[in-house]
């Protein structure tokens, strides 16, 4: 994209409530726009971002073998009363009435729509287990929404949940997307740790928070260093067996890890001094079983080997779609701008002419623009350097591919590498090779 | 994806209101579910279809430098109040109350929103034409929802807006974006015809509607065969040269095509007979040019060469993408099912295994399942082989590939074409080969 025409209107000044990091470089950067309270216009550079995390997460939950549908944004207020949580659900739930009159409310989770269709289309313990996501925008209608898209009404959430026969089953399927959470999140290049979460009724340890590490974190965290060394990419994981399914899930739960409000300084002192880590942390996904409280409120049962009837034990999963692109900034971020991580980055580099008009600097901008325009952000446009250099530290793409007059003779391009500042004077030939590798 | 596991529940019965082709086969195939009246669930292969719908209309867009952006579902009653719109509107608004009696409304179009996003981006000519387009889901509350997708209440839209300095400039946009959906409709596989529509009090010519050809259609139409013969996709045209489009665009209005509202009989009679095409159309989508209606009512303006303040002319650009899906149906079916255009099919093939557990059959169906088991559906379960063909059938895979164990001991397979149920039986890899090639 060239900027001379891109739709990314950066701002210089931003409206006084956005408190955090992240508000402010979204707007300063032109990611987002806000449009009511709490609610956000994606704007094209944002919604780049938005994608590559969405491409993500389908990646790992279909390597899990979760099947993506797509549930729509209005439920009947019906079906919630048929699990008991339409009276119960506060007035954070955007409730709506029809021209008819007949109750819909904006879809703040999925459990209920889902649990009626699974409940309508399987019949057997053969067709078990069922691992069923979305990707779709929901409504919690926040009292005092604040943060930008970290607490937004309006937002983007990936939830899964998943069936099984019983409560084995129920954990083997808690475990595959324990894995494909922590992949998630390696993926998206932010450190998240899962944390012991609350179980409500249910009891038992299966429940997990994943919080990504950022200094303005609204939890504080305490965790063993073993849990952000490890590479999930590169651990092999048959999710079929359950023995390698249970030795990967100890390799992480025998860990300590905990918020501030689950801290337990018995277990903390017997972490070693040196792997002892402390910090603070943004919720960015939950997993979490539930046994079969929604299957056994909504009557849905199937027939096990034995002819006879039984409510299937679901969990659900959830990770915070366009929350995470604040959370990102929060934890990858200077005072500069902000620092993307390359896998979500919106360009995988900013070429920026120093003197658009020049022969051999044209030349060289648009020889590597034609490379792969469609991710290259090209500034073309006749601003000074300055206000280019600041703009590309703004936007945070990863690499910087800075073309002046006297390197463009020789063919030669200055890298900057975004995250560190290092910079690198290379052919062009080599520059993109870098770019490439990296 | 393996049959077996898929979560595509087919249905032998469908409900008695399921009046059309394309509202039972999207029920009896498992690619959608009712959930309220004219809302529904996207199951996993009609969303696949509406992915590839998707990304098809993204790239065509793109090509005429459309950029994609995303606004929200809900919008603020005050934004509509400031185009006159908001109490104009009828009983089809979704009008909505938040928590602190604020209004908002479920988004029905966009023309408000993206006026005031681009009014507070954009403040000079220079930065003009820009074109900007989203793909989201919208609520239009009909007093009778029918017809499955093809009338539903939440539903998914493209809708494009154009912002130009002058109308010359409005009319330039309003012809690529005219040559987009000619494309976008061609890769999809349908035949859509764009027909002369009304344009209100704008006045003049830049009204059409593009209707897909379909028995079952809505509307009349008359139309010269020129219109469906010409190849868009080959046809070079250069978006940035005023006098190409021009001529792409006389090449198409100055063949006549009118629905039966604004069917001119003389006009018709000029139309050599061999030429003459009648039959019926389904509306998928509409591009309208409005002058500054909104940027004037909103007080939208941006600085002239001249330093002097203007209001940009606009267009707006829509295209069904929920009701495609059933406008495709409508008209690719027969009496056995879908008949998928290999473009927006949600699998290249089925691979029907007649006798799971035959050694040969098994090696050969995994053989080929392996090539790319993204894009195969395998139908590995243990039915007879009439509920296979019958389900491939239904599903409408473009080419079902049989694997029975005469065959496979020879390391042959049968090759049956959809559309027109015509046999091959060749050795794995020319049946792969020609899949391929196809």
Redesign the interface.
């Known amino acids: ?1 060239r900027l001379s ?3 990314q ?1 950066t701002l210089k000044e931003v409206p006084a409530e956005a408190q955090i990091a992240s508000h402010r470089l979204m707007l300063r950067a ?1 990611l987002v ?1 806000q ?3 709490g ?6 550079a944002g ?1 780049r971002v ?1 994608r590559n995390i969405e491409k993500i997460i389908r990646e790992e939950q279909d390597a899990i ?1 979760a ?10 207020a019906d ?1 919630w009363r048929r699990s008991g949580r339409y009276d119960a659900y506060g ?2 739930m ?1 409730r ?1 009435q ?2 008819h009159g ?1 109750e ?1 409310l ?1 879809g703040p989770t999925n459990e209920e ?1 889902i649990t ?2 699974f409940g ?3 019949s057997s313990y053969k067709q078990l287990p ?1 691992a ?1 996501y979305h990707i779709q ?1 929901k ?1 919690r ?1 926040e ?1 005092r929404p604040r943060f930008g898209v970290m607490r937004g ?2 937002f983007l959430m990936k939830d899964a949940y998943s069936f099984d026969a019983d409560y084995q089953g129920a954990v083997n399927s808690y475990r595959r997307m324990m894995l494909s959470y922590l992949r998630i999140f390696q993926r998206l290049g932010v450190r998240a740790v899962p944390m012991v979460a609350d179980t409500g009724p249910i009891g038992g340890d299966l429940s997990h928070e994943f919080l990504v590490l950022a200094p303005t974190g609204e939890s504080g965290v305490f965790f063993d260093a073993a849990l952000e060394e490890q590479d999930w990419l590169g651990r092999p994981v048959d999710c079929d067996n359950e023995e390698d399914l249970a030795a990967f899930f100890s390799s992480v739960t025998d860990h300590y890890a905990a918020t501030d409000e689950k801290h337990d300084e018995a277990a903390w002192a017997e972490v070693p001094d040196d792997r002892k880590r402390e910090g603070r942390g943004i919720e960015v996904g939950h997993i979490f079983y539930f046994g079969t409280k929604y299957t056994e409120s909504m009557g849905i049962e199937v027939s096990g080997a034995d002819g006879a009837k039984f409510s299937p034990h679901m969990g659900s999963y959830g990770v915070g779609v366009s929350r995470l692109v604040g959370a990102i900034i929060e934890a990858s971020h200077d005072e500069a701008g902000i620092i993307w991580p390359a896998s979500v980055a919106p360009y995988k580099a900013a070429i920026l002419n120093l003197r658009p008009g020049d022969e051999a600097c044209d030349a060289i901008c648009e020889e590597i623009y034609g490379t792969d325009s469609e991710n290259f952000m090209y500034d073309d446009r006749s601003e000074r350097a300055g206000v280019k250099f600041n703009d590309a530290d703004l936007m945070g793409h990863p690499w910087q591919i800075i073309v002046g007059p006297r390197g463009a003779k020789e063919g030669k391009v200055e890298l900057k590498r975004r995250a560190d500042g290092e910079r690198f004077e290379l052919p062009v030939a080599e520059a993109l090779a870098k770019i490439g590798a990296a």
């Not at 609610?39 to 094209?44: E, G, R, S, T, V």
């Not at 099947?67 to 439920?75: G, R």
Request: charge should be neutral.
């Open positions: 994209m025409k891109a739709f209107p032109g726009r449009t009511s309270s609610i956000y216009a994606w704007l094209p919604l938005l073998g099947q993506e549908v797509l549930m729509p944004t209005l439920q009947s079906l007035p954070e955007l709506i029809d021209r007949r819909l904006y729509m009626d269709i309508s289309s399987v069922k069923l925008w409504f209608d009292v009404r309006e």
